[in-house]
C-alpha cells in the first residue's frame, strides 16, 4: 500500500518575504475560502478535514488528513490546496507539521506548486519538496516548523 498524500502551501502556512500572507483554519468554514480538496478518486473515505481533537500546534484548529488501508498496489493522492497567491522576493512556505503514529508508514508528503490560474489542474503541478513520514516529523508526535523557499517563483502567481 502506498499513500501519497500531497500539501500544498498548507497546514499553518505563510509566505513571508517582504510581505507576508498568513493562513490557518480558524475561520468558519473548511477549506479556508479559496482552498480546495480534492482527491484523484482512489482511497476517497478519508479526505482532509478540519479538526479541533488532534493536538494543534496553536488555535483551535489544524488540518488532519487520516490514512486508510487501501489495498496493496495502490496509490491515493489526497489534496488541499490554496488559493493563488503572488509570491514575494525572498518567498518563504512556513508551516507546522507533527505525524500521529511512530515510525515511517510509507506514505510520501508532497509540496506541489502551479503558475496556472486554474487550480483544479492537477497535471499543472510540480514537486516543490517531498518528505517521507521521518522526514516531516523527526520526533513522533511533536510539532515541527517546516520552511521551504520559494524564491525561484518570486512575482509569479503560484
Do not use: C, H
Not at 489534496?79 to 525572498?90: F, G, K, R, S, Y
Not at 500521529?100 to 497535471?123: C, E, F, I, K
Not at 499543472?124 to 522526514?135: A, G, K, M
Request: zero cysteines; hydrophobic letters at 35%.
Amino acid at each position: 500500500m502506498r499513500k501519497i498524500t500531497l500539501l500544498l502551501l498548507t497546514f499553518l502556512s505563510s509566505l513571508s518575504g517582504y510581505s507576508q500572507f498568513t493562513e490557518g483554519f480558524e475561520g468558519a468554514s473548511f477549506p479556508p475560502t479559496g482552498w480546495l480538496v480534492t482527491d484523484n478518486g482512489v482511497g476517497t473515505a478519508n479526505s482532509w478535514v478540519r479538526t479541533d481533537t488532534q493536538p494543534v500546534n496553536s488555535g483551535d484548529w489544524a488540518a488532519y488528513m487520516n490514512r486508510e488501508n487501501i489495498g496493496p498496489g495502490n496509490t491515493s493522492q489526497d489534496w488541499l490546496i490554496t488559493n493563488q497567491l503572488e509570491v514575494p522576493a525572498n518567498g518563504q512556505l512556513k508551516f507546522y507539521t507533527r505525524s500521529t503514529l511512530a515510525g515511517n508508514q510509507g506514505t510520501l508528503y508532497q509540496v506541489r506548486v502551479s503558475t496556472n490560474a486554474t487550480q483544479s489542474d492537477l497535471a499543472s503541478y510540480t514537486v516543490l519538496q517531498q518528505f517521507t513520514e521521518n522526514d516531516l516529523s523527526t520526533t513522533y508526535n511533536v510539532y515541527e516548523e517546516k520552511v521551504i523557499s520559494l524564491a525561484s517563483l518570486a512575482g509569479q502567481d503560484g
